[in-house]
């Protein structure tokens, strides 16, 4: 992967946002930021940051991540409650 300056700009710009809405900490010297950063753009509620993500899939020739939604028969997921130290389902 070549990082020129509109890779780092845009690696920059999308790691400020998501540490704004996500509270997220990506460093750009991870070996996994790109992909991180990817992944994290996923789950923004906001376009710009997604936009960003795709513009960052495209510089670096990485696959844009699709999110995975859950069957209809998977979707119910039992709740988990915490009882005097043990994992009780409800």
Request: aromatic residues 2%; proline residues 6%.
């Amino acid at each position: 992967m070549e990082i020129n300056k509109a890779v780092l700009d845009c690696m920059q710009s999308l790691r400020r946002r998501l540490r704004d809405e996500q509270r997220l900490d990506i460093r750009l010297s991870q070996p996994d930021a790109v992909t991180a950063m990817l992944t994290a753009c996923l789950g923004s509620g906001d376009e710009l940051t997604r936009e960003l993500g795709r513009q960052l899939a495209a510089y670096t020739d990485q696959p844009t991540p699709v999110a995975i939604k859950p069957s209809s028969a998977s979707a119910h997921v039992p709740s988990v409650r915490i009882y005097r130290g043990q994992r009780v389902m409800a």
